[in-house]
């Protein structure tokens, strides 16, 4: 898909959807944040949370079977609000590789 095939669909949007996609294109530029932490001797470079042996798609997989963030902070008492907001936009940013990460656990 090119921008050109892109173009009239991102005109259509609305204005909260056009600010989302700007959030996403502009988190997806930035390859990894000083937060995250892509240790390659640790579980093949998965995405974690800098400091952690905590995977993204550990958190991303606790919210889908309905964790909410105040669950996952009793659950994960070394991280902190901010942290979990960086996993949410780091999954955003990368949601090939969390979803890659997410069916290699269901196989």
């Given at each position: 898909?090119?921008?050109?095939?892109?173009?009239?669909?991102?005109?259509?949007?609305?204005?909260?959807?056009?600010?989302?996609?700007?959030?996403?294109?502009?988190?997806?530029?930035?390859?990894?944040?000083?937060?995250?932490?892509?240790?390659?001797?640790?579980?093949?470079?998965?995405?974690?949370?800098?400091?952690?042996?905590?995977?993204?798609?550990?958190?991303?997989?606790?919210?889908?079977?309905?964790?909410?963030d105040?669950?996952?902070?009793?659950?994960?008492?070394?991280?902190?609000?901010?942290?979990?907001?960086?996993?949410?936009?780091?999954?955003?940013a990368?949601?090939?590789?969390?979803?890659?990460?997410?069916?290699?656990?269901?196989?």
């Amino acid at each position: 898909m090119t921008l050109k095939d892109l173009e009239s669909q991102l005109l259509a949007l609305t204005p909260i959807e056009k600010e989302r996609a700007i959030q996403l294109l502009t988190h997806s530029l930035v390859r990894i944040q000083p937060e995250i932490a892509q240790p390659p001797e640790i579980t093949n470079g998965e995405a974690r949370i800098a400091n952690t042996q905590i995977a993204i798609w550990e958190l991303v997989n606790a919210q889908d079977l309905g964790c909410n963030d105040r669950d996952l902070l009793q659950m994960y008492p070394q991280l902190t609000e901010n942290d979990l907001a960086i996993a949410w936009d780091y999954a955003d940013a990368h949601p090939e590789e969390i979803r890659l990460a997410l069916q290699a656990i269901d196989e």
